[in-house]
């Protein structure tokens, strides 16, 4: 199908959907890191970028501000299919104005030599999956790696990159307040730039989701979860990390560029399997089955999206208060009341005046923000400000 991108996005996405095995806890698009699956997906995903670029006569006029390669577990991916990558979108659009390159790595990949090679691609920003340190977690939740890997990949990282993100998941069965803390404590410790902390959910289908159904794991409650992200968050404070998402901290000046774009629905494209594209109207996903990726790009010589979507007014809002609103910063009141009816503003301004007595959000300087009372209740915040407006 064809699409309605005026111009060439400023951010991109790429994913790489390799994995050596899934995690329990995982829901994504997962293949195996075999030679038989790779090649021929590394193939259509460099046509891919090139058709896209094609659909612009002048596509290098619109610099690139950032790159985010994503997965799967890309630190398994080929050295010389990353350089291919990277010689594709040179030669195909403007990377002069790149600001962040991130690339997703597993700490029992990490060695000097793809530290070294990363860096010379021009990637910029590193981002560890870690989750937790405690060897029988890990291994209850088939990570492929062990604590002594991750405190290795952190001894060996900062001589090639400075800005380093390691991301953690709050709430797994088994994890004690103590461990978590112990986990904390060692964290802020690292020569690191970037916290993220996810609230662990549990998807359908995993293996974590049928050990659930079965009785053979149980789930923090949900007053022992608030207690314990209350503590996060007031530990990493005090170490210097600012809470400006919901889910992340960062030392001054850095931030997540590529996620910020997304909270703040900046135009982005994605390239490859199941990814992600918005133009800042219409959001559109690729095939999410291999055999009919490959296809499209290939036989068809089309790009391969599978859905589209144009967003209607009300679902912009709901898109703009949803995201905006995990930001620190919070949402421009403005921004929201222009896309309602006269009917909806009066009923979005009674819902907010009842918020802001209740304490779960601010509305000063035009500027919406929630509390720290109302972050625990994003979702339910958001509802509540929509109650009876469409």
Not at 56 to 67: C, L, M, Q, V
Not at 104 to 130: C, F, H, Q, Y
Not at 156 to 179: A, K
Not at 223 to 250: C, P, W
Request: with cysteine; hydrophobic share 40%.
């Amino acid at each position: 199908m064809d699409f309605l991108f005026k111009e060439v996005p400023p951010h991109i996405y790429i994913h790489l959907p390799f994995c050596a095995k899934r995690c329990h806890y995982c829901d994504f698009i997962a293949l195996a890191a075999h030679e038989s699956f790779i090649q021929p997906y590394h193939e259509a995903l460099i046509k891919e970028i090139k058709l896209f670029a094609q659909k612009f006569e002048f596509s290098k006029s619109n610099p690139i501000k950032t790159i985010f390669i994503g997965g799967g577990t890309p630190s398994l991916y080929p050295i010389d299919n990353l350089e291919d990558i990277f010689q594709t979108l040179n030669q195909n659009y403007d990377l002069s104005q790149l600001l962040e390159v991130t690339i997703e790595t597993n700490p029992v990949d990490i060695t000097p030599t793809k530290l070294a090679a990363w860096k010379g691609l021009g990637i910029n920003r590193l981002s560890m999956g870690v989750q937790v340190l405690d060897d029988d977690v890990l291994k209850r939740l088939n990570r492929s790696q062990k604590v002594k890997d991750v405190l290795r990949a952190i001894q060996i990282t900062p001589n090639y990159f400075e800005n380093i993100s390691v991301d953690l998941i709050l709430g797994l069965p088994g994890v004690s307040s103590e461990q978590w803390t112990s986990t904390l404590e060692s964290v802020v410790g690292w020569p690191i730039k970037h916290i993220s902390v996810y609230l662990l959910t549990i998807y359908d289908k995993t293996p974590m989701f049928f050990k659930l159904e079965n009785g053979e794991l149980g789930i923090e409650s949900d007053e022992h979860l608030v207690n314990m992200h209350e503590v996060t968050f007031k530990f990493l404070q005090d170490f210097g990390f600012d809470r400006y998402e919901i889910s992340n901290f960062a030392k001054n000046g850095y931030e997540s560029r590529h996620n910020l774009a997304y909270w703040e629905r900046c135009p982005y494209y994605g390239f490859g399997l199941s990814a992600s594209s918005f133009d800042g109207k219409n959001r559109y996903t690729n095939q999410n089955n291999l055999e009919k990726y490959i296809q499209t790009i290939q036989l068809n010589n089309a790009l391969p999206i599978e859905y589209f979507e144009s967003l209607t007014s009300n679902q912009e809002v709901l898109e703009l208060l949803m995201l905006g609103l995990r930001l620190k910063k919070g949402v421009g009141l403005q921004s929201v009341l222009y896309l309602l009816s006269d009917y909806q503003k009066n009923r979005f301004l009674n819902n907010l005046t009842q918020l802001t007595n209740e304490s779960f959000i601010t509305s000063d300087n035009n500027k919406l923000c929630l509390t720290a009372k109302g972050l625990l209740l994003e979702n339910n915040v958001v509802l509540d400000l929509l109650k009876e407006v469409f």
